[in-house]
């Protein structure tokens, strides 16, 4: 009997800029509490993009590091999509800068999807059903943002920036990170709840409509992957629910949210639901903060790394939202093959800056957008690609050498930009999960 073909997250890997600077160290320069963005957004260190670093380097980056362990699918990928909101031109995708940098062949598709934090999921979506008719070829999709708010708005300490890579591919015969639904719930309604028009860097948003329509389009997109599953499926069936995290208490009010809409009210119940099923997802991002379209991907690798011992068989529902909007919800199943990315260590490997140094790297990487030179005074990041600047409106990356296994050591700041501390040994490193 034939067997149909099942779509598949082989394997990821992800990558994050080199600089991040603490929610406590922002909220004092802004005078806010530093407990409203620890306890009432869950967020405790933001990422932060310097010169050299863009969303084309964060997403080659991750690419490259998940193809450093599969060389040899390298010459089989023939689709790569890069799902962002933070395209770097209006018509040249973010994807063939990614194509060319880790040298994927010829023979491959390659675009960019947008629509706000939901592109990587319709990439995905698109991959998976794009593997099942290709035995023995993979998908490459990448989920890369860079968030922007203005200065000193509530938006701003939920900004953030990085990359998850996906390998995608048919689940049979192989290890594998998740098997996926080919079932998904969708909710599509035009809202103006977060956008950034095309002359300006930073998003516009309406905060607490954003959180409502979040959180409408969540009871939808269940509903419709419910509605479609018939009656014997059931949310109780999930030993994990992921959530697309602007900010970590998101994912919080997102859970309670769609467990008081299925009959639990009582807080305390909601809670120690939210402890067991969501909980254990959001360390990674509340040390990363926003990655718009890869934030959902950065807890799935963040749950994956540290359930990695009971992870076969566990059930996992996924949430996707994208402002503007559209959501969807699916589901998937855990596999055999075990996280290789060391999330945990990644992200001790970062640099710490103060809140005027992470103002001087951000106005810096802007200023590199909107000049036309090339610039000497870049930041090596955490990945061997760098962007050194626009030549007759022609984007410039060049690749540097970084040490595998080895932490990256070099840190050439620009002039006049305090470091507050180099690069932790490895050994000194904790190996605790930010639990906060
Ligand atoms: N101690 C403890 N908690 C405190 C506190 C203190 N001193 N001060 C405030 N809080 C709590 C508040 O009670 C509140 O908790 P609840 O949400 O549980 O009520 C929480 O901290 C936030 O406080 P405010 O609501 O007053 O915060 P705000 O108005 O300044 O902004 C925000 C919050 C609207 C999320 C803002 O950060 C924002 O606009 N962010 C960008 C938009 C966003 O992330 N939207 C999410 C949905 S849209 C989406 O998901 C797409 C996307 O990626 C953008």
Sequence with gaps: MLTKPEGAILDLDIAVPRHYVTHENLAIARGVEPEKYHAGLGCWEMSVCGPGEDVVTLAAGAAWRLLQRHPHLREKIGLCVVGTESGVDGAKPTAIYVHQLVNLPSTCRVFEIKHACYGATAALQMAQAWACMRPDRYALVIAADVARYKRYSSGEPTQGAGAVAMLVGQAQDQPVCLTLSDVSGTHAEEVYDFWRPNYQAAALVKGKFSVECYLKSLLAAHDDFYRQMGKSASLDAMDYALYHVPFPHMARKAHVHLLSHKGIVQEEEALADYQRRVKLSLWANRRVGNIYSASLYLALAGLWEREADTWSKKQVSLFSYGSGSCSEYFTACGGTRRPAFHLKTLLDQRVE?????????????????????????????????????????????????????????VVAAPAGMGIHRELAPLAALGSSFCDR
């Design 353 to 409: 800056v103060d809140v005027a140094t992470y103002e001087a790297l951000s106005d810096h990487a802007l200023l590199m957008e909107q000049n036309d030179s090339i610039h000497s005074e870049t930041i090596r990041g955490m990945v061997p690609f760098v962007f050194v600047g626009i030549r007759d409106h022609e984007r410039t990356y060049e690749q540097q050498t970084v040490a595998e296994k080895e932490p990256v050591t």
